[in-house]
């Protein structure tokens, strides 16, 4: 079952644009505090890094993912999700819109 | 003075992606069940048609925009909006990215 609102948040008007546009999310932040973002990766092949850890969780769409450290590609589709460690990167390999949800920490 | 943010909205997870990705957006609702949405147009000129009137908030970047019926281009920055009739559309050019909200009606 995939997520497809989140009630009850505060959205940061200006978006982030990622890779001239690759890439391109809202940022959300809940009633508790907690900050998130929604998001959509474009059709690229994109290497992302992380400060906090993520977890990736696709609402729509599909990617292929591979952690820093792993030869693995692995495919994440909606209503599937993915971790990444703090102070990391991850490669994304995307042939759809990859829709997504990011949680922080 | 812009709007940064927007409080106590259900935001739609799944991204609008219009023109291969050279204008993404996400959709809100308000508590009262107002629809609004969030987006930015990156580097392109663009035409949009209009079903219901728009009111388009330009809260960081800019855009140069005409109006059907016009011959005229306008500019619009961070701060200002324009509106845009009901079943009609208008032209946007883009040198920067443009954020914006768009309220409806």
């Known amino acids: 079952m995939t997520t497809e609102k989140i009630d009850g948040v505060s959205v940061t008007t200006r978006a982030n644009v ?3 546009g690759k ?3 809202h940022g959300i932040t809940l009633a508790d505090g907690t900050k998130k973002s929604v998001g959509v990766v474009l059709p690229a092949t994109l290497t ?3 400060g906090a850890a993520e977890i990736m969780e696709c609402v729509a769409g599909a990617c292929e993912y591979k952690l820093a ?3 693995e ?3 994440s589709s909606a ?3 993915f971790s990444v460690p703090a102070n990391s990167s991850f490669e994304i390999r995307v042939t759809e819109a990859y829709h997504y949800i990011c949680h922080f920490g």
């Open 18 to 20: 990622y890779f001239d």
């Open 23 to 25: 890439c391109v999310s």
């Open 48 to 50: 992302f890094n992380t």
């Open 69 to 71: 450290g792993s030869d």
């Open 73 to 75: 590609w692995r495919r």
């Open 79 to 81: 209503g599937e999700q």
